[in-house]
């Protein structure tokens, strides 16, 4: 299971920190993934918007 879950919508990114049983902690990959995918969004004019979001139940 990946700890990082990227979508695309149209014109919006959305990334999903999934470690709901660590309540979404950062981890090692999840560090790494993260760098790559703020690296591909910064050159991809076709994104507007991105929602960053953590899986599992909400407080």
């Given amino acids: ?3 990082l ?10 990334v999903t920190h999934n ?3 660590k309540r979404n902690a950062l981890s090692p990959e999840m560090i790494v993934r ?3 995918f703020w690296a591909e969004v910064a050159d991809d004019h ?3 918007v991105i929602v ?5 139940d909400k407080l």
């Fill in 5 to 14: 879950l990227v979508e695309h919508q149209d014109d919006i990114a959305i």
């Fill in 34 to 36: 993260l760098a790559a």
């Fill in 1 to 3: 299971m990946s700890h």
């Fill in 19 to 21: 470690r709901p049983e």
């Fill in 46 to 48: 076709s994104v507007r």
């Fill in 52 to 56: 960053a979001t953590g899986a599992g």
